[in-house]
């Protein structure tokens, strides 16, 4: 009897033990950096999402070029600032620039306010006036030494093509440490986090920039990954018949003209991904190819204006969907 | 006796075991519902099982939702952009969001996409 009792005991015990303290699904939806975002993990409770929300709502608050109560507002408006995370981001932005020949610069904020839109007041700049707004802009006005950042000629910065991936690769790092996955979408960067609980692949769909209801394809990823897609139908007005989307070539200081709607990296870390997708954006297909194949450390997906897909080699096995012309290295 | 003891106490954790099977197989069901926020906050919950139009309202403006076949989208805004409207006809995945008004519809149903890059 004493036996029989102890049995059901542990057996009650093992029982109870899985439900204990269940990691169940838990999402909250914020507003910040002039997007919407949804962060979905697997959690037994719902501080790590609390914090989660409070990281972002603090990088929102510090990283905003608009908000004057912003550090990166302050520094804008001086001209220098001490400031380890925003010495940090300039550095980091300022690599991934080198790398992509100046296709990502975050000091075309000047640039970006001539065609309205930071304050949707859109309107298409001369090119006199573009010609004046050159000297206020480049990566060469713009010094870091330990952590202060030093702007000079009135260039002003903008963070806005990596401060959501830098979001993400935070947030990742405060799952990965409390041993929670799950999935964020920051706008237009994604970042997945460990394995799903039944195990299987995270699917993300990649938007069909000519029906923005419709999916392009989809993408099968394992573990953490950050996803981040750049297009022309993002953000954009049009005028007199032209569409002029937010992205801003550093050459002409002038919205991208391509023969591609979107461009989306795959990679380990957001702030590269992020960066990455807007420096191939400006860049073209056949120069984005040649980076992948020189640089590694990220795969990517372009999709042309007349719908075709092409995919690095390393994403063809994991997209569904959709016909790709697969890129060797 | 011992045997009888025996019985009742292995039905007694098949029956538990049972029991939490069935719990989990019941809240793993996928809901049809979509659930509608402001700022944040759950203002309406839609059953997309039953065609409709819903007007939600507040401070900052209105969104038209319509149901229909199963799927939800905004049909009508006040926003200037109307970009909620490009979401389209939807039924899982990530949220169809109002930037302006702050309306976010999202769905309960187990997603057939984790997650959608725009």
């Known amino acids: 009897m004493k036996r029989a009792a102890a049995l059901l005991l542990a057996l009650l015990l093992l029982a109870s033990a899985g439900c204990a ?5 838990r999402q909250q939806t914020i507003f910040a950096m002039n997007t919407v975002m949804d962060l979905r993990i697997y959690a037994s409770d719902d501080s790590l999402l ?3 929300t409070r990281l972002l709502s603090e990088l929102d608050h510090e990283l905003s070029a608009t908000d004057a109560g912003s550090a990166l507002y302050a520094l804008n408006q001086t001209g220098q600032a001490e400031n380890a995370d925003l010495a940090q981001i300039v550095s980091r932005a300022s ?3 080198d790398e992509t020949g100046g296709a990502l610069d975050i000091s075309l904020y000047n640039a970006s306010l001539a065609w309205g839109f930071p304050t949707g007041e859109h309107r298409v700049p001369d090119e006199a006036e573009l010609a004046a707004l050159r000297r206020t802009i480049g990566l060469d006005k713009v010094a870091v030494s330990g952590d202060v950042v030093t702007l000079s000629d009135g260039v002003k910065l903008d963070f806005g093509a990596v401060a959501k991936g830098l979001a993400a690769d935070l947030c990742r790092e405060k799952m990965e440490n409390a041993g929670v996955s799950g999935i964020l979408s920051l706008g237009a960067s994604i970042q997945t986090v460990g394995t799903k609980p039944d195990g299987s692949d995270w699917s993300i769909g990649v938007q069909d920039p000519e029906d923005p209801s419709n999916i392009k394809l989809t993408l099968r990823l394992k573990g953490s990954k950050a996803v981040v897609t750049s297009g022309d ?3 954009f007005f049009e005028q007199d018949g032209v569409r002029y989307c ?3 070539d550093p050459e002409t200081l002038a919205p991208v003209q391509s023969d591609y709607r979107s461009v989306t990296i795959v990679a380990d870390s957001g702030f590269l991904a992020d960066g990455l997708s807007t420096a191939l954006y400006v860049m073209g297909f056949e120069a984005g190819v040649s980076l992948w194949r020189t640089s590694g450390g990220f ?8 719908g075709s897909v092409s995919v690095t080699e390393g994403l063809a096995p994991l997209v569904s969907g959709a016909e790709a012309e697969v890129i060797q290295r | 006796m011992k045997t009888r003891i025996w019985i009742l106490l292995l039905a007694g954790v098949f029956l538990a075991l049972a029991g939490i099977l069935v719990i989990q197989k019941l809240t793993a069901k996928p809901a049809a519902v979509a659930e509608v926020f402001v700022d944040g906050a759950l203002v309406r919950t839609i059953d997309l099982q039953t065609d409709g139009v819903y007007r939600i309202e507040s401070d900052r403006g209105w969104n038209e939702l319509t149901v229909r076949d ?5 049909t009508a805004a006040s926003c200037p952009g109307g970009d909620c409207l490009k979401f389209g006809w939807q039924n899982s995945g990530a949220p169809i969001t109002c930037l302006p008004n702050r309306m976010t519809i999202r769905f309960t149903a187990e997603a057939a996409l984790d997650g959608i890059v725009r």
């Open chain 1, 246 to 248: 937010h992205i801003l």
């Open chain 2, 70 to 74: 199963g799927k939800i989208a905004v």
């Open chain 1, 299 to 306: 795969e990517a997906v372009w999709i042309a204006d007349d």
């Open chain 1, 95 to 97: 690599a991934i620039s």
């Open chain 1, 233 to 235: 139908y993002q953000r």
């Open chain 1, 50 to 52: 609390q914090e989660m």
């Open chain 1, 21 to 25: 303290a269940p990691k169940t699904l």
